[in-house]
Structures are given as C-alpha cells and as structure tokens.
C-alpha cells in the first residue's frame, strides 16, 4: 500500500499497539509481520508528520527492521545502525512507540541512537559510518569473552562513501570476525539489479548446506594450494557474474545479494540462514527511500526530514545558508578560479543553484570529509580558489587534514562552516560547540564570526580575499533580518567595531565583547545596563588593541560566544590581557563543560543561559561580587 497524504490523526495500528518490545514481535507468527509493517510505516508517517525529523530513509528500512529484531534475539544479539536517521523504525519497536510523536523534543526521544536512552541503541550515532568498526569492536570483545552473540552493522544512506567503512571492513575481514554487515543500498549506488538470477545464488550462498561443502572442499584442497586458488577464484567469479560483490569478498568477507528490501520472506529466509553462519558475511540488501508515501518516493531528498505539524511556520526569513549559496554563486560569477566542494551537504549548505550554474566547477565527495579538506588543498596547490561548505560538527572529522594538508602548507582554502553554535532538535552529535576552540590554535588560519548576513557576506569575501587559510563560521537558521549588500568589501583583518558606547551599571562600567551571533543578545542586556558593546568579528586575529581599550575604560569584560567557553574566543581575549599584563574581572559566557542535550533552540539557549534574561542575571551576580 502507498499513501499520498501524512494522517492528520493516529491511525489505527492494533498489532503495532500489542508490540512493546522485539520479545513481542518474535512471538509473533511470520504470517503477521506484512500487517505490522503496514501499520508501522503508516504510524511512522503520522509520528513524524507531528514531530518533524528524518523522513524517508525510516519508511526505506520498514521491512528490514522487523526482519532483523524478528530473526535476531534482540538486545542479547547487537544491532549497530548507521546514520542513526534510519533507526526511528527500530525505535518503534523498542519501547518507544508511544513517545515517536515528540522525539527530537526535551521530554522525547533523541533523533538517532542512544546508549543511554535503550539498551536496544548499542552504539550512539549522529555521524556517518561507523557501524562496521563499532560492530567490529563488539564482535571481537564478544569472541574474547567466548560469548556466543550475533553482531549485525547496518550500514546505508550513502554512509559506505566514507573510507573508514571500508577501512572496518578491511579489519574484519583480516581478522575473521563473526559479524554481519549489511548494506542498505537504498539508491541503487552500486546495483540497479535485483532479479530472480540475484535471489536464486544468495539462497544458495547463504545456505547451511553450500557453507558445509564449501569448507569442506577447503580443508581438502588447501592441501593443494593451486587447486584450492582455482576454486576459489572460479567460485569469485561465478559471484562476479551475477553479483557486485567481488570487493567485499577480496576484502575478506562472504558476500550475499543484493535482494528485495521490502520482500519480507526473502530478508527473513536469508537473515535465518546467515545468522547460522561464522566468519565475516556481507549482506546487499536494495531498499527504496521513502517507501510507501509515493511523494518521498518521488522525491526522497526533498522529504529527507519533515518540519513537523506543531513547528510554527512565522516569517521565514533567509538563512545563514542562503547567504552562503548566493555569495558564492556571485563570486563564481566574477572568478572563474573558484571551485566549491561539499561532502554531501549540497541542500543543507545550499549550493543547489551552484551546482547548476557552475557544474564543472561543483564537487560532492559524499560523506568524506577527510577527502573534501585534502581535495581543497590539491586544488588551491595549482591556483585554484577552493570553497569547502561543511558543518562544523562535520569538520571536526577532518581535523588532521585541515592542519597538515592546508594550514601547515599556508594553502589558500576557505572554509564555510555551517551549523555553528548549538543546532537545536538534532542534538549533541550536530552541534557545531569547538570550532572556535580547534580552529584558532591552528598557525596560519583567520577565524571569524559574522552577527548577522551582511556582515556573513562581507566576512565570506575577506576570507575568499585573503591568501591563506581562512573560515567563516555561522549558525544554523535564520539571521537577524539584515539584508546583505550586493557589493562586496573586504573587511580590515582583525578588527572588531563597537556597536554601543555605554556608561555604567550600578555605579561600574561594562564592556560586552560579543562574538557571531550573539550580539543581538548583548544589545539587549546592553540596553538595560547601560553597557559598552564590542561587536570583536575576528577570533583569530583577535583585535587585542580593541580589547586593551575596553580593558582600560571599563571596571567588568564580558564575553560572549556560541562555542565553548573552554579554549574558545573567551579564552583568546583572558590570553591577550594577561600577555599584555593587564588585569581586570573578565566573565567568560559560553556552552558550559558539559554535552546539550536535544531540545528547540530557545530552550537551549536556556539551558546554557546564554539567552537575554539568564546573561543580564550573569552579569549582575558578578557585578555584586566585584
């Protein structure tokens, strides 16, 4: 069955209802499970059409979830699921049923999987590709232990573009894990073939009996090592023919597939037979994104995520990305050496009209962001002007390349880094918290913080100016309503500008030296105390005569940064008084030594008191002490 509308109202899901946990769905008879993955892909599309989030690729992996908790004895059996925006299925059906329709919110569920939240989330997971080395990890601990429980990654939505999901399963397969992987191939990425030829070898392949004579036929004619070569190779071959699988097997691993994802007897049939099998197997399993709601499967990019029915629509003003995608198409258009790379993120950073306007100009590594960074700097080595459009949670990733193939090399690469600062529902695998911290130790890079879109427009253009490594990080969302200047101008590195000449508070002067998006918050709290407000612009090159001046007019320095206090733009101004021998009371205000849990943005800016009422109180409580 496929619908064409998200219900209004919770549907009617009797079986799905009497399933509390996979003990319930195991004792269930095979002949029920086509109706539960019925009413679990109808409820999935009423529970997420209330609470927003990832979309499609749940609806993809309906059947293959109630395949694997109904042939596997869940938790005792370890389920690793990989881009944890596949797992909300599995989440249904783990005792969460009931709370789908407010997940990503403070009081529900996270939006990917979390040890601390079911003992059926083996792994937590926000990033790609890790399934195969975390189940890698699980099975070997297992073995050590000498208990004899199935380890299952499962692996899809792009994730195995990521070099270490191959690097895991090089491991495996040289080790001789017992493991299963299975590849949710739910874009045709490496087959387009899913025919009875294909189903017919990995029922045999698969079987107990073909294992049997297999190993046999090896214990006999390992003894003479060129017969068993022959064999081997004329069995890989055979493979070859009707199966994409040779790489998994040179790898070390027994390659099945691909099969129907959405055939429930076929999955049940091979995952019952796998499941008896040792050593390292590699199931291909060909799903179709969206499955069941005929416009995410038309469209599965588009409905990746939902907003969700109770997120306000308001003005919608453009964002922070928006700014981003169109200065770089009007840099484009004057220099043809620009070049914009993304690691799969081209609707998140908004580099659609780019990559139709400048195709021979637009690369999308997929979800490698080490490959994107080394990329960029191979391409600046030959006068190129790269682009890297990544979130900052993503650059993390790429660390080592940002320092050893760009920075150390003074390489011209400019980095857009998207999502900064906390990042709202998607919780602490998203937020974009160290970048301030990471970047501004690294020699040679220029750091800065836009408060709002013009000044995210004229901040990209310095840094594109600039020769050398340069990053502009902004937030997720809309901006402050300021509309960009069509003309670009570089701005003078390193120097911040003040925004309010203030006078005292309770008898004492203070000065707010704001970094990025926080300045609207700093002009409100400003306005109340009377306060001096700095808008700094530069992390790195800190604006350290800015900071003497309001070091030595003012009695209180405060600093405010959408990062962590810990290393971050606080700590570069506390570093520059105390090289200069300057001393005055400095109030440090950031995201705290701690990981923010999932919740709106308002009540994460709460949370962390970073929002007007909690700053105006921070201040006031270290005026009384000082």
């Known amino acids: 069955m496929t619908l064409t509308e998200i219900p209004g109202s919770r549907p009617s899901t009797p079986l799905l ?42 609806l993809g992996v309906v059947e293959l979830t109630v395949a694997l908790h109904h042939a596997f004895n869940t938790p005792d059996d370890r389920l690793v699921w990989d881009v944890g925006h596949q797992a909300y299925p599995h989440k249904v059906l783990t005792g969460r049923r009931e709370q789908m329709p407010i997940i990503r919110s403070a009081e529900g569920p996270a939006a990917f999987p979390l040890r601390e939240e079911s003992e059926y989330d083996t ?77 017919y070898f990995t029922r045999i392949w698969s079987s ?192 080592d390349q940002l320092i050893h193939d760009v920075a150390l090399q003074n390489l011209d690469v400019l980095f857009a880094i998207d999502r900064a600062g906390l990042v709202g529902e998607d919780g602490p695998t998203h937020h974009g918290a160290y970048d301030l911290s990471y970047l501004r130790c690294i020699p040679n890079m220029v750091v800065m913080t836009p408060s709002d879109e013009n000044e995210c427009r004229q901040m990209l253009y310095t840094g594109y100016q600039h020769e050398g490594p340069a990053a502009v990080r902004y937030p997720r969302g809309s901006g402050t309503g300021v509309e960009p200047a069509a003309e670009m101008q570089a701005l003078a590195l390193g120097k911040g500008i003040m925004r309010r000449q203030g006078k005292a508070a309770d008898g004492k002067r203070v000065a707010i030296l704001a970094f990025g998006a926080p300045l609207r918050e700093a002009l409100l709290v400003a306005t109340t105390l009377d306060a001096s407000v700095a808008d700094m612009r530069f992390v790195k090159p800190l604006d350290t005569e800015l900071v003497l001046q309001l070091a030595a007019e003012h009695d209180l320095l405060v600093t405010l940064e959408e990062n962590a206090v810990m290393g971050g733009a606080g700590s570069a101004v506390l570093e520059s008084l105390a090289a200069a021998n300057v001393q005055v009371p400095v109030l440090t205000l950031g995201i705290p030594d701690r990981y923010i849990e999932h919740a709106s943005p308002a009540q994460q800016q709460r949370d962390i008191a970073m929002d007007a009422d909690n700053l105006l109180n921070s201040i006031r409580v270290r005026l009384s002490q000082s």
Not at 41 to 52: K, N, T
Not at 126 to 135: E, M, P, R
Not at 153 to 178: C, R
Not at 229 to 245: L, Y
């Open 123 to 199: 792994f937590g997971v926000g990033h790609s590709s890790t399934s195969i080395g975390a189940a890698l990890g699980m099975a070997l601990a297992l073995r050590a232990q000498q208990k004899d429980q199935q380890t299952v990654a499962i692996i899809g939505d792009g994730a195995m573009s990521a070099g270490m999901a191959f690097e895991a399963l090089n491991h495996a397969g040289h080790v001789k894990a017992d493991m299963l992987v299975i590849l949710n191939d739910n874009d045709m990425s490496i087959s387009n073939n899913v025919g009875a030829l294909n189903k």
């Open 208 to 399: 107990r009996t073909y294992s049997a004579l297999r190993e046999g036929s090896k214990r006999v004619l390992e003894k003479i090592p060129a017969a068993w070569e022959f064999a081997r190779r004329t069995e890989e071959h055979m493979k070859g023919m009707v199966a994409p699988g040779t790489l998994f097997e040179e790898l070390g691993f027994n390659y099945y597939g691909p099969i129907d994802g959405h055939d429930l007897d076929e999955l049940l049939l091979t995952l019952q037979n796998l499941k008896k099998l040792k050593g390292p197997r590699f199931l291909h399993v060909v799903t179709r994104k969206g499955k069941g709601f005929q416009p995410a499967e038309d469209d599965p990019i588009k409905y990746h995520a939902l907003k969700g029915s109770n997120v306000g629509a308001g003005v919608k003003m453009p964002s922070y990305s928006n700014v981003f995608g169109n200065w770089l198409c009007d840099m484009a258009a004057v220099d043809e050496r620009l070049m914009g790379i993304t690691p799969a993120m081209r609707e998140g950073s908004d580099l659609i009209r780019f990559s139709q306007e400048f195709p021979e100009r637009y690369f999308d590594v997929a979800i490698a962001e080490q490959h994107a960074v080394t990329l960029a700097a191979g391409l600046a080595c030959e006068g190129a002007k790269p682009v890297v459009a990544i979130y900052s949670t993503f650059l993390q990733r790429a660390y």
């Open 17 to 58: 209802d009497s399933i509390d946990s996979p003990a319930d769905l195991r004792a269930l008879d095979a002949d029920l499970l086509p109706q539960v993955c019925a009413e679990l892909r109808e409820f999935l599309l009423y529970s997420v059409g209330q609470s927003g989030g990832h979309f499609a690729a749940g």
